[in-house]
């Protein structure tokens, strides 16, 4: 605040986010990685990242397209349902598109799911987020809304099946799960990463190493 670093002091000592978790206020998170895709930037899409510092939407397009990463996504989620079928996973998509392609998919699986978007109308959203709390749907899938302003704290999965360069967009999709029971929320939280291999993007894969102290294993 005011240029001023904020510290959080351990009254035992030793590291901030081991005490967090002993207390019960940040969930004993463990992250997974799933291979993504190979993909590569035009000089143009370097360009545009280089101005706007943030994957050109096309690019995202280019994965969501991606046969063999959906299906990998798709088994993910199979498989974390079937060792706890009451799993509530959120899950942060390329786009409006993909979001609706992979809930469509589930669907005919017989999974509850439901997505949501920028353009879904507030009473449908309503219903939508409620029944995700109160455990009627599985499965939550999103594009561009639900990162910030969204309070789900008994969120078991968060899903992140889209790249992204940012590293406050990507703390504020993790801390969707981050909530321990002392607060409301979950004792044990998953952050499943999709991890694309995408050549041309400055210092891309760091942002999965910035968060190292907030997992358990």
Excluded: W
Excluded at 117 to 146: H, M, P, Q, W
């Amino acid at each position: 605040y005011f240029q001023t670093p904020i510290r959080l002091e351990c009254p035992e000592g030793g590291e901030v986010f081991s005490y967090l978790r002993k207390q019960g206020i940040m969930a004993r998170t463990s992250m997974t990685v799933i291979k993504g895709s190979n993909e590569s930037l035009s000089q143009r899409e370097i360009d545009s990242f280089q101005s706007k510092l943030s994957i050109p939407q096309a690019v995202l397009n280019r994965l969501a397209a991606e046969d063999q990463r959906n299906l990998e996504i798709i088994y993910k989620i199979l498989g974390l349902l079937e060792e706890s079928p009451k799993c509530k996973i959120l899950l942060f998509a390329c786009s409006v598109k993909h979001s609706r392609f992979i809930t469509s998919v589930l669907k005919y699986k017989g999974i509850k799911a439901a997505h949501i978007d920028g353009g879904t109308g507030s009473s449908a959203r309503k219903i939508i987020l409620n029944d995700f709390k109160d455990g009627e749907t599985n499965i939550l899938s999103n594009y561009g809304v639900l990162a910030t302003g969204f309070d789900a704290p008994k969120t078991d999965v968060v899903f992140i099946a889209r790249p992204t360069a940012s590293i406050v967009l990507y703390s504020q999709i993790i801390g969707r799960g981050l909530r321990g029971p002392a607060i409301g929320g979950t004792e044990k939280c998953m952050i499943v990463n999709v991890k694309d291999n995408i050549d041309g993007l400055p210092d891309y894969n760091k942002i999965y190493d910035y968060f190292d102290n907030y997992y358990v294993c």
